[in-house]
């Protein structure tokens, strides 16, 4: 199993961004793919997650006014889409891929871990 977060780059505050998490190999049913970021020198925090087998998404409540998890399973494909971001969305975004009280935890954990990609929002 692979993961590949893609989509970062140089955006300017105010604009949108869509990022994309492919997937390759197996998906178990009761897995979840989860949305991470860790700004430079930060902890790593929680942003959403897709569930595979009833497609519910959930959002970390400080960016639910901004962010929307979806995705497209017949590509194997979770989308993470920011709108009106700012200089504090700045940070590494990764995806990873496990059940979801793995992903959740106060510390999270996941078998599958995909390279992030960086997302620099420019004031």
């Known amino acids: 199993v692979q993961l590949q977060a893609s989509g970062g780059g140089l955006v300017q505050s105010g604009n949108n961004l869509i990022l994309s998490c492919d997937i390759s190999?197996?998906?178990?049913?009761?897995?979840?793919v989860a949305w991470f970021r860790q700004p430079d020198g930060k902890d790593r925090e929680f942003v959403g997650r897709?569930?595979?087998?009833?497609?519910?998404?959930k959002v970390r409540d400080s960016l639910k006014d901004r962010v929307t998890i979806s995705a497209d399973e017949s590509a194997r494909r979770v989308y993470l889409q920011m709108n009106s971001l700012k200089p504090e969305d700045t940070a590494v975004y990764s995806c990873?891929?496990?059940?979801?009280?793995?992903?959740?935890?106060?510390?999270?954990?996941?078998?599958?871990w995909g390279p992030g990609t960086l997302v620099t929002v420019s004031s």
């Open positions: 990873a891929m496990d059940y979801e009280y793995k992903l959740l935890s106060p510390q999270p954990s996941a078998d599958f």
């Open positions: 190999g197996f998906i178990l049913p009761n897995y979840c």
């Open positions: 897709f569930r595979w087998h009833d497609g519910d998404s």
